[in-house]
C-alpha cells in the first residue's frame, strides 16, 4: 500500500515540475526595447517540445513552439491543430516555420486568439508535422499563466463603398 502512495506522490509532483511556466526579461542590446518571454514544456519527457510566447516593449505577442530532438515538416505553411482543455472542435491555426530556414521552430497565426485560450485553460494539446515522423501530438499543462493580453487593435472603418464600375471608372448600371 505504502508503495502505491509513494508512486502516486511521484506522479503529481512530476506533473507539476511540468507545468511550470518559465519566465525572461531582457532588455535589446540593439534598440534598448524590454523583451519578455514565457515558456512551458511538454508533458511527453523523452521527446519534449516548449510551447513558447515573446513580446517585445509595446509589441504583439508571439506564439511558437520549439523542438530538441527532431524537425517540423512545414516547407512554407502548414496548419496545426489545438485542443484546449476539452473543447471541441480543436482550433486548426495556421503555423510557417522560422525565417531562416530552422526547422526546429514552429511560428502560431491567430496569437492573440491563441493567448486567450491559453490563459484560460488548464491543458492544450497540439498536434504537430515532424518530418518523417507524421503528426505527433504535445500536450502542454498551461495552467497558472501570466501573460498580459495587449489591448485589440484599432479598427479601421472603411469608407463608403461605391460601386465597382464607378471605381474602375467604368460607368454603373443604376
Known amino acids: 500500500m505504502k508503495k502505491i502512495v509513494f508512486c502516486g506522490a511521484l506522479l503529481v509532483s512530476t506533473a507539476q515540475v511540468h507545468a511550470a511556466w518559465r519566465y525572461q526579461a531582457w532588455e535589446d542590446p540593439i534598440d534598448g526595447s524590454r523583451m519578455r518571454?514565457?515558456?512551458?514544456?511538454?508533458?511527453?519527457?523523452?521527446?519534449?517540445?516548449?510551447?513558447?510566447?515573446?513580446?517585445a516593449e509595446g509589441g504583439e505577442t508571439t506564439v511558437?513552439?520549439?523542438?530538441?530532438?527532431?524537425?517540423?515538416?512545414?516547407?512554407?505553411?502548414?496548419?496545426?491543430k489545438m485542443r484546449f482543455d476539452d473543447k471541441l472542435p480543436p482550433l486548426t491555426v495556421s503555423a510557417r516555420p522560422a525565417e531562416d530556414g530552422s526547422s526546429d521552430v514552429l511560428?502560431?497565426?491567430?496569437?492573440?486568439?491563441?493567448?486567450?485560450?491559453?490563459?484560460?485553460?488548464?491543458?492544450?494539446?497540439?498536434?504537430?508535422?515532424?518530418?518523417?515522423?507524421?503528426?505527433r501530438i504535445y500536450t502542454f499543462e498551461v495552467k497558472g499563466l501570466r501573460w498580459e493580453l495587449p489591448a485589440p487593435s484599432a479598427v479601421y472603418s472603411l469608407p463608403?463603398?461605391?460601386?465597382?464600375?464607378?471605381?474602375?471608372?467604368?460607368?454603373?448600371?443604376r
Do not use: H, N, Y
Not at 511558437?64 to 496545426?80: E, K
Not at 486568439?113 to 507524421?134: M, N, S
Open 37 to 55: 518571454r514565457a515558456g512551458v514544456e511538454s508533458t511527453v519527457a523523452a521527446d519534449p517540445a516548449t510551447l513558447v510566447l515573446q513580446r
Open 64 to 80: 511558437m513552439i520549439t523542438i530538441r530532438r527532431g524537425q517540423f515538416w512545414c516547407p512554407q505553411r502548414c496548419d496545426v
Open 160 to 173: 463608403e463603398q461605391s460601386s465597382p464600375r464607378e471605381d474602375w471608372g467604368g460607368e454603373s448600371r
Open 107 to 135: 511560428f502560431l497565426g491567430g496569437e492573440r486568439f491563441v493567448l486567450e485560450e491559453l490563459l484560460a485553460a488548464k491543458r492544450v494539446r497540439v498536434e504537430l508535422p515532424l518530418f518523417r515522423a507524421g503528426l
